[in-house]
């Protein structure tokens, strides 16, 4: 069983900066790829970012540029450094993870995060 858990959250200004954590309970060498969703409210879930094992990144159009997705594989952590974050990013920011063998996705419990102005 895989776990994961995410961390960093919290309330942050327009124009602010958060690092999103996401800890494996696994080696994440066998996790490919991961990402990052978000969920705002009364909205569908939508894609933020994934990273691959050859470190290959993916952005959706609204974060590009501002967000960075990374991962330690050292440590069992992939990151995500949100920048010049907008009202707009308010939302649960979920990490996600793809078993390579066992072929099944898991998904953490979710942080929130929240942009005042």
């Known amino acids: 069983q895989v776990q994961l858990v995410e961390s960093g959250g919290g309330l942050v200004q327009s124009g602010g900066s958060l690092r999103l954590s996401c800890a494996a309970s696994v080696s994440i060498g066998v996790l490919n790829p991961m990402g990052w969703h978000r969920q705002a409210p009364g909205k569908q879930r939508e894609l933020v970012a994934t990273i691959t094992n050859s470190g290959t990144t993916n952005y959706s159009d609204a974060v590009k540029g501002r967000f960075t997705i990374s991962r330690d594989n050292t440590k069992n952590t992939v990151y995500l450094q949100m920048n010049s974050l907008k009202l707009e990013d308010t939302a649960v920011y979920s990490c996600?993870?793809?078993?390579?063998?066992?072929?099944?996705?898991?998904w953490g419990q979710g942080t929130q995060v929240t942009v005042s102005s």
């Open positions: 996600s993870a793809r078993h390579v063998y066992l072929r099944r996705d898991y």
